[in-house]
């Protein structure tokens, strides 16, 4: 018998961030008698006067929001990071370490339709997301505390968004989050080594053998990566070689949109249900000098396994030794590539 | 202004992994408007004719259980490792790495009664139990192939469990998996510094500190750790620096049996439902030389957050970026110390 990875158990090494992942194939046979979830995606009115992010209405902190027609970014009612924190640190011994941290936490809604989500959205009106998170990933990093600026979506219920108004995150943040220092270490290395981006080498393989791509187009490619912990687990790389969202040209960030479109939809198409992720972009540190390593991508992380209701549970074995998952990569990307690009709910 | 650990943003650095979580106190007053769960705990039958855990009960691979009356292992019929995958590698450009990974899993039930926890289990019933786990160690190190055991149990639907049995998972691998491989990492460091224990020294200042310790007896700790990410995660620690649950004396499993008992109940009486977590042993590896650094604990992993029904979602930045809790490790432990060690079931 010959080790196949597509049918026995075996670790895959993550290039981002040099950790590992198990995967078993043989163990989607295995009958399911836990939780599930209800499903996600029942039809949402246009505009929802108790919700706190439709245009007009109030907010947690008493303001209003304006009768806003295009994405709408303002600062978090509950920020995580705050800009006023003073500066300190803690360390006895070396066995309780603390720093303080101080950062800018904003929301981001998407559209000021209630009853939207990305994939139901026009490519002209997410283009309109990009050009926001350009548009604060340049003025964030015109504030000097700030070194590292995170973008993301919680959507779905499933996934701790408390409200289904279509909305993302900033994070910024005084230091350089856990995450992204592990991939910065990777892609340095690489690039010390081998004078290339790592994601560059690794997109160039992965056309080739096109086991996991799902889509492309002329700048930008969607696959599910060889190391994917969550069963649907994807990224979008650009074929070009940049460190951020700001560096997009028009024509790029019309492409962005395309395929942010086109793999949300798939997604949605997946179980027939409004598909439920955290998703966010990676880009370089700022304030931090050159980074000619780092190679901007988007992750998506999205915890549904078989069906709109049954999710795979990231627990003991996964947090206490190793993430661990039961159906492969390329079956996963395999089911991906066959879906169709229009949303079910328009057919 | 001073920084205030208690009150201010701020990172920690977890001894244990080399990693850091964020800390923001001040956000434990954030409303909560998303997904609640079901509470847990509806009263069950001592015995349940459909559960195929119980005694004498049909299991899927179509075995039948015998009448144990102690604690019962068996084989995993939906193992995630097994013992004949054949050995073998995949390595394109060092860009797509895959290993072979060879292993055995099984299913530990703690009871014949279908209607226990650990909580509500006797501390000479739970002894039986961690008889067990030392049996398990002994004789899967006696397996060459086998380089680490990983001894968990995830408790409540919320965690992915299945079945409300009370039952805990062993899963042995050929290889030492991503969590045990960053604390031996960690505590290597250390010990090759210091000569001595990093978990010992630690345990040391944290009961000079009083600040986050939960219970303590003549061998155990159960305290909050200071890096803590769940909101009520904890740590049971020994006070003899030992590899393993097999080198326990009597004496020992006894009173690991008896900070077991009091830190669960306690965790039950928290929102008074039966309290989910993963909970698991971090054993040294074995065939694998010695390991004098290695200091044998236990972690719980816990995701309440504010209710039987509220729990801490950790998703968008938290997978992206870096772990971020609301409530801060010293009101966790101060909360968990001060309730009662009677279940309240039995009030
Ligand atoms: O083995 P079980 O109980 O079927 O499955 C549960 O525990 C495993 C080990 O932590 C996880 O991988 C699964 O996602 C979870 O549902
Ligand atoms: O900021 P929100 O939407 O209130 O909260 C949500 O996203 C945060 C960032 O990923 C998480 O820390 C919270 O656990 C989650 O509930």
Not at 57 to 85: C, H, I
Not at 113 to 118: C, M, Q, S, Y
Not at 161 to 184: D, M, R, T, Y
Request: net charge negative; with cysteine.
């Amino acid at each position: 018998m010959h080790f196949d990875y597509k049918e026995h158990p075996h670790t895959r090494v993550n290039l981002l961030t040099g950790e590992w992942v198990l995967v078993s194939p043989h163990r989607s046979k295995r009958p399911w008698q836990g939780k599930t979830e209800a499903a996600g995606g029942a039809q949402r009115p246009e505009y929802d006067p108790t919700c706190y992010l439709c245009p007009g209405n109030k907010r947690a902190d008493g303001d209003n929001n304006p009768q806003y027609t295009e994405p709408y970014v303002f600062v978090n009612d509950f920020s995580a990071l705050l800009k006023d924190t003073p500066d300190g640190e803690l360390n006895e011994e070396g066995l309780l370490v603390a720093t303080s941290q101080k950062g800018i936490c904003k929301v981001i809604c998407f559209s000021p339709r209630h009853d939207l989500t990305l994939p139901e959205m026009e490519v002209s009106a997410i283009t309109k997301v990009i050009d926001l998170w350009a548009g604060q990933v340049k003025e964030l990093s015109a504030n000097p505390i700030i070194r590292y600026i995170q973008i993301f979506e919680n959507k779905g219920e499933i996934m701790g968004c408390s409200n289904p108004h279509p909305h993302g995150q900033i994070w910024a943040s005084q230091n350089v989050p856990l995450e992204v220092f592990k991939e910065l270490q990777q892609q340095k290395k690489y690039y010390e080594q081998h004078g290339r981006s790592l994601l560059a080498d690794y997109l160039k393989l992965e056309l080739k053998k096109q086991e996991r791509i799902i889509a492309e187009n002329d700048h930008f490619v969607a696959l599910v990566p060889f190391w994917a912990v969550w069963p649907y687990e994807t990224m979008i790389i650009s074929k070009r070689h940049v460190q951020s969202v700001v560096q997009f040209t028009a024509e790029e960030k019309q492409a962005f949109a395309e395929i942010l479109q086109n793999l949300t939809i798939r997604y949605d198409n997946l179980f027939e249900t409004s598909f439920p992720y955290s998703a966010g972009m990676h880009e370089a540190p700022v304030n931090d000098g050159e980074h000619p390593e780092w190679h901007w991508h988007m992750h998506f992380y999205p915890p549904l396994l078989r069906s709109a209701t049954v999710k795979k549970f990231m627990v003991g074995y996964e947090m206490l030794a190793n993430p661990q998952r039961d159906i492969s990569p390329e079956f996963a990307a395999e089911r991906l590539k066959a879906l169709p690009t229009v949303h079910y709910k328009k057919k």
